[in-house]
């Protein structure tokens, strides 16, 4: 069993495994002294170190996105393949870090030929290694062969620190500056020695130290049962560099046991509390080590603590010395078998975790078809946990039947023991709605907490691929927390019947869950088109009809036969294959854009049969906008015994009447949502679907503690990721929600609570910005995988500070007082369904001057935002007096004055020549009211100016800011 890393002062630290405390993130504000630092807003620090949403290509392929809530808490979701299948995936949390396995990774895991670290997606984020910053990750290596990570560089403030105790001392040898460092490091810190060695770097203490102690000392390994025997002395070493004699009192300090725990017994005793060291000397100190001392059975392991040396009154000599001893606990044999729903040694997918609750130890093993998984482990409390995953059955089957949760929150180990998790003897888990439902992902997780510091946690998302869940919680935790919950979207179902006019009932699956499937009702003639080449389509006559289509057994594509019935003129695509096993067709992350269906291998033999006797038509009910969602939580914090059929009625959820505009193209947005449990579980789902945009939908949303969160994207992967702020409903609470609405630019980024954070600061003389390069007028996005550019430059009193080649920056700027003008231009590129707001210039002008008295300065930043009579493709009618409302708002660093002006221009040439609105105010309210009369097709530039009460303004451009229709 590895050991955990254990959490300092609340800071999460990297773990073998997800056991760490969570701890609460600072606000991205503007502070007024130095105990609030932080890395400088625009600055590369500050992009690692912050929560944005982002994506991250891992070495499958397979892409994740990122998100956070408030308190930091990260969640993952996996992304269509370019095939349009989403896969399954596993994650765990390591403190703030997670780890995201796709299936296709677990067996060179389970080999040990793959880095782990290639799976920490948010460990790949703050190194730069996420999709929007770089496409190489960083490692030089081959995924599914021996990956070698170059060695870190040496930490640079420790080497500066040995260079500059080589220039006061240059006849020191290396290991005499080690010993400086070490020596002189401050011990009163928190933390033990494993965590902070000898204590806190001291530069100065270590030039001017003048007697040397060991950079540590070892004690030796001790193995079970320890003895009096075992009993044994070292020596600590003190050296004295300085031309006179020096009197040093001995004590030690900070015993602690592998559990970071005090060591109350006499584990470690000097020989002699005082010694003294002659001039030029050096003089060994007896160290007595008893490993038979009384341990708590979680100390055994590294027993740490420090021999701490001090000089006479004020002399200034302070000498610490770390020492070790690794007392060799009691070990036993855990033997854990893992089963599947068939019987068998649980394969593919299927994970273990085991984790130590007394010691903070465990990891993670995929089975991979193994009889059983063998641990030695001291005696003690263990937390079981396990994913196991049951194919379908039969021969050549491809896709997996069911999940399964099987857990065991705490069982005491005190002999060599066999564990048996079966699948067989999980309960089902299913849901009921009001209206009818069908499930578009769920997602089985839970977490297990302890001692109020420890935090391990899991998630598994399963796709619509998938036909059962099941779990089995055995037993309570008795110290500590442990949850389990299972998490469920669900909408219309999308094809409600299909049936032949001879009464046969098909069971179709469709290529995707967009918009481009069959809709409403209907009929039509099916024919066999063969293999669906486009010959066999046309000698079949397909247009009109539905085109009976086989595909290989081999392949699940079916984008080339879409496109080829699409153009032949039919109305769908049913598909099959000859195979009995069960399959999905795959048309392509942006889906086939014609409706595509497949049949199981029995049911075309139906239907072939059919075609021999002559016409067969087909009927249909089926719709391809569902009108509702479902986002629904279940957690349980007790034994799972029997099955659960969780009821839930619309009039006690919670409900919001969603409407979602479009970029001017009628689309499918990419729709992923995630819950956020209070012990820090963030939970996203196994199919990112998509919703209509321009449309409208009702959601209904599980009340209480669960918070919900929600992200879109125009398109993938050129997209935005557009976030709105986390949301608890209590139950029958009704809202309403308009996403994409409004002139679409750039905004403050705002927190999981929907505040906005800081955009613009000044740090001494560096002022740094970067902002939401989109924003509606509630939502912001962070920028997409590609297509999103941009740049920035800073001018003073009219002459250039600089520039980035990047929507965002930091700048050196003198301390006397100028006036700014910043300017940002963004565009996107390469999107086929951006048509509004293709390009925006923003100005800001602004004074500002160096404030020693402060740590960091908010900058005034004025943010644009429009009112728009739109409809859901962002077009206005071609008629007079049309009414744009005109607000400002700001970010954590600048609220707004009043508006004193506001000036608004539009264009139908891109600029080049600009009509004036009349503009007028009433109570604060600023309105321009625009005459496109006559101009119905033409794209609409607008040009705004708006100055605040305190003279801070923004004149911004937005070309193709809607059309008029």
Not at 255 to 267: I, L, W
Not at 644 to 662: A, H, N, P
Not at 842 to 852: A, C, G, N, P, Q
Request: glycine share 10%; proline share 5%; aromatic share 8%.
């Amino acid at each position: 069993m590895r050991p955990m890393s254990r959490t300092a002062l609340g800071a999460a630290t990297a773990a073998v495994l997800a056991v760490t405390a969570v701890a609460p993130s600072t606000a991205a504000a503007p502070q007024d002294d130095s105990t609030g630092k932080r890395p400088l807003v625009g600055g590369e620090a500050h992009a690692r170190a912050g929560e944005r949403t982002a994506t991250v290509t891992l070495v499958t392929g397979d892409r994740v996105l990122v998100t956070h809530d408030a308190a930091g808490n990260p969640a993952a979701a996996a992304l269509p393949r370019r095939d349009g299948t989403v896969p399954f995936v596993q994650t765990r949390r390591s403190g703030q870090d997670l780890y995201v396995y796709p299936e296709a990774a677990t067996a060179a895991l389970a080999a040990g030929r793959v880095d782990e670290e290639l799976f920490n997606v948010t460990g790949l984020i703050r190194q730069g290694y996420d999709a929007a910053a770089t496409t190489t990750l960083p490692l030089i290596a081959v995924y599914g062969t021996d990956l070698t990570r170059s060695a870190p560089p040496a930490t640079p403030h420790v080497a500066g620190a040995a260079a500059i105790v080589k220039q006061r001392h240059p006849d020191w040898t290396a290991q005499q500056i080690k010993a400086a460092l070490v020596s002189s490091a401050v011990s009163a810190v928190p933390g033990d020695v494993r965590e902070v060695g000898g204590g806190r770097l001291d530069v100065k203490a270590a030039i001017d130290q003048t007697v040397l102690g060991a950079d540590a000392v070892q004690g030796g390994t001790f193995n079970w049962p320890q003895h009096s025997g075992d009993r044994t002395t070292v020596a600590v070493p003190y050296t004295n560099t300085s031309d006179r004699a020096v009197t040093l009192t001995l004590a030690v300090e900070k015993v602690t046991g592998n559990d970071g725990s005090r060591v109350r017994a006499s584990v470690a005793r000097l020989g002699k509390r005082t010694v003294t060291v002659p001039a030029g000397a050096t003089v060994e100190v007896p160290l007595h080590l008893d490993p038979a001392a009384h341990l708590e059975r979680a100390q055994y392991g590294d027993v740490t603590g420090r021999v701490v040396a001090t000089g006479p009154g004020g002399a200034g000599i302070h000498v610490s010395t770390p020492f070790s001893l690794h007392v060799q606990p009691e070990t036993v044999t855990l033997r854990v078998k893992l089963i599947d729903r068939q019987g068998r040694p649980a394969d593919g997918a299927s994970s273990l975790d085991l984790i130590g609750t007394d010691d903070a130890s465990g990891e993670r093993r995929f089975n991979q078809g193994a009889t059983d998984q063998i641990f030695r482990v001291r005696p003690g409390s263990y937390f079981l946990t396990s994913f196991v995953t049951t194919p379908d059955a039969g021969e050549g089957a491809t896709l997996n039947d069911s999940l399964s949760y099987l857990a065991r929150p705490q069982v005491e180990v005190k002999k060599d023991t066999t564990l048996v998790l079966d699948a067989r003897t999980a309960h089902r888990l299913s849901v009921r709605t009001d209206r009818p439902g069908e499930q578009r992902g769920t997602t089985l997780a839970f977490s297990r907490s302890w001692d109020d510091t420890w935090l391990h946690a899991g998630t598994a998302a399963g796709t619509r691929t998938l036909r059962g869940y099941y779990a089995s919680v055995e037993g309570r935790a008795a110290e500590g927390d442990f949850e389990f919950g299972s998490y469920w979207r669900t909408a219309a179902p999308q094809i409600e019947r299909l049936t032949t006019d001879d009464g046969t009932v098909l069971h179709p699956v469709t290529a995707s869950l967009g918009s481009d499937n069959l809709d409403g009702t209907g009929s039509a003639r099916l024919v066999d088109a063969g293999a669906g080449t486009p010959e066999e389509l046309r000698a079949a006559g397909v247009q009109g009809r539905v085109a009976l289509v086989r595909v290989p057994d081999t392949s699940t594509a079916v984008s080339t036969v879409a496109r080829d019935a699409k153009a032949a003129g039919a109305v769908a695509v049913l598909a099959y294959r000859t195979s009995p096993a069960r399959w999905y067709p795959s048309a392509g992350f942006t889906g086939a854009g014609f409706p595509v269906l497949a049949v199981n291998s029995a049911e075309r033999a139906a239907l072939l049969a059919e075609l021999s006797g002559g016409e067969v038509i087909l009927s249909w009910k089926a719709t391809a906008k569902s009108p509702y969602l479902y986002n629904l939580a279940f957690p349980e914090t007790g034994a799972i015994r029997d099955d659960k059929v969780y009821r839930v009625r619309d009039g006690q959820l919670g409900r919001t009447e969603s409407t979602y505009g479009s970029m001017g193209v009628a689309t499918d947005f990419i729709d992923n949502a995630v819950a956020y449990r209070p012990n820090g579980t963030a939970v996203s789902f196994g199919a990112v679907e998509t919703v209509p945009a321009p449309g409208s939908r009702i959601e209904f949303s599980t009340p209480g503690d669960t918070r919900w969160g929600h992200v879109l994207s125009s398109s993938f992967p050129f997209g935005e990721y557009m976030t709105g702020a986390q949301h608890a409903y209590t139950a029958g609470e009704r809202r309403t929600e308009r996403w994409y609405d409004g002139v679409v630019a750039p905004t403050a980024p705002r927190d999981a609570a929907g505040k906005p954070v800081l955009v613009a600061e000044r740090q001494g003389n560096l002022i740094g910005f970067a902002d939401a390069l989109w924003g509606d007028n509630t939502h912001h996005a962070d920028a997409g995988s590609f297509g999103d550019i941009g740049n920035v430059r800073l001018s003073r009193d009219g002459e250039l500070l600089g520039e980035t080649g990047w929507p965002f920056g930091v700048f050196d700027v003198p301390s006397e007082s100028g006036t700014y003008t910043l300017e940002q231009n963004v565009m996107k590129v390469g999107s086929k369904v951006w048509a509004r707001s293709t390009s925006v210039n923003s100005v800001w002008e602004f004074t500002s001057k160096l404030d020693e008295s402060v740590y960091s300065q908010g900058i005034p930043i004025l943010f644009p935002r429009y009112n728009l009579p739109e409809d859901g493709l962002k077009t206005l009618a071609a008629t007079d007096g049309q009414k744009i409302g005109l607000t400002a708002t700001g970010h954590a660093g600048y609220t707004p004055a009043a508006l004193t002006s506001a000036t608004l221009s539009y264009s139908y040439d891109g600029g080049s020549t600009w009509t004036e609105a009349q503009v007028s105010q009433q109570g604060g309210a600023w309105t321009a009211t625009v005459n496109h009369t006559g101009a119905a097709g033409k794209p609409v530039t607008l040009k705004t100016r708006l100055t605040d009460a305190h003279g801070n303004s923004v004149t911004q451009t937005v070309v193709r800011a809607y059309d008029v229709r």
